[in-house]
Each structure stands twice: as C-alpha cells, then as structure tokens.
T-cell receptor, first 113, second 117 residues
C-alpha cells in the first residue's frame, strides 16, 4: 500500500530550464510533506518541506507546491543546474505512527549541460 | 561534527550467510531509523528506535531480520540467513526529536550496499 507515490522514475531536462517533479498521496490526513535529495553513493539529505496549511513554499531555486484537493505536490527547480542531477524523494509523516516518514519511490533527475 | 556513520559501505555475501550492518548515530540524537532502498519500493522504513527502545518494527520484512540498539551510540541490523532478494542499500538515519513532523530533520548515513549472491 503505497501512500506516497512518485509515478515518474526519471526526468531529463536541459540546463537553465525548469524541472518539475511530481508526487501524489492517498492519505488526506497528512499534514506535512518533505522533499529529500540523494546523490549516488550518499544518503538522502533534506531539501525543502511544506505544511498542509500552505500551498507554496519557496527556498531559492526550489519551490514546492501543494494541491490538497488533488492530493498532489510538486517540486519546481528553476533554473535547473547540472549539480541538481540526483534522485528526489517526496515524503510524508505517518498519521498513525509518530516518528515514521513514508517515502515515495523516488525520481531520478538528470540535468544536461 | 561527524554525521551518521555506517559500516560496512559495501558487502558481498553468499546466500545463507549472516550479515550485520552497523550504525553510529549523530551524538545527542534520540531517534534512530533503519531504511532500505530498492528500485521498486523506494525508501522503506524497516524499524526505528527512540532512546534505544524499538518503537515500530512493522517494516521488518521477515524474522530473518533483527535490529538492536544496545546504547545511544550504536545500532545493528542483522540478516540471518541472507537471501538474494535482500540485496539493497540499507540506510541508517537519526534525528533529535521525531523528524516525521519535518521540524526536526532526519540525517541519513551514506548507506551500506548489500549484495547477496
């Protein structure tokens, strides 16, 4: 039962363009969402988060949008840089189990120079 | 300040052998998590501890998997006997306070790459 889904395993964009990574969820009780970034041979690192009371959170080139009615969130990277090439995971805290983060399958982003 | 330290970084073992993965969390962190990454399921939480006590092990796939945290600075994940389908990257992570609310970041180690042949 995958409560957090990233349906696109990979995405390729040109340097300077916008990257849009998508995430869908099934549990309307989720009240917080996070994005983690993972480089090869490294552990995931926290990137940006958004509370369910907001519909947008921006941090430099990274913006996360939340559409609660559609149970959908997206991460926008503008402009994309080759160093952004990584695996991106969206995650949400379990509503039934304090301390548990539920991750999506991840999307591999490749930014071409 | 050292991050989460995992060992070994890479392990190749034969089916049926025992595998022990080790983790040293960030000093002062009271939560420790073991995750497994696979292509099909992404990052799965296997088990997590709070103040060295296992809180939720519902993600542990089978009785072949076990985890311990004898003290605040050390945890092990053991697979006995190992099978080829256990091949994956195993991450240990820690946080101060529950990272699940996003207000306290979870810090991941670099992972242990396990291959069972």
């Amino acid at each position: 039962d995958q409560q957090v889904k990233q349906n696109s395993p990979s995405l390729s964009v040109q340097e300077g363009r916008i990257s849009i990574l998508n995430c869908d969820y099934t549990n309307s009780m989720f009240d917080y969402f996070l994005w983690y970034k993972k480089y090869p041979a490294e552990g995931p690192t926290f990137l940006i988060s958004i509370s369910s009371i907001k519909d947008k959170n921006e941090d430099g080139r990274f913006t996360v949008f939340l559409n609660k009615s559609a149970k959908h969130l997206s991460l926008h990277i503008v402009p994309s840089q080759p160093g952004d090439s990584a695996v991106y995971f969206c995650a949400a805290p379990s509503t039934s189990n304090t301390g548990k983060l539920i991750f999506g399958q991840g999307t591999t982003l490749q930014v071409k120079p | 300040d050292a991050g989460v330290i995992q060992s070994p970084r890479h392990e190749v073992t034969e089916m049926g052998q025992e595998v022990t993965l080790r983790c040293k969390p960030i000093s002062g962190h009271d939560y420790l998590f073991w995750y497994r990454q696979t292509m099909m399921r992404g990052l799965e939480l296997l088990i997590y501890f709070n103040n060295n006590v296992p809180i939720d092990d519902s993600g542990m796939p089978e009785d072949r998997f076990s985890a311990k945290m004898p003290n605040a600075s050390f945890s092990t994940l053991k697979i006995q006997p190992s099978e080829p389908r256990d091949s994956a990257v195993y991450f240990c992570a820690s946080s101060f306070g529950t990272g699940s609310f996003g207000r306290n970041t979870i810090y991941f180690g670099e992972g242990s790459w396990l291959t069972v042949v």
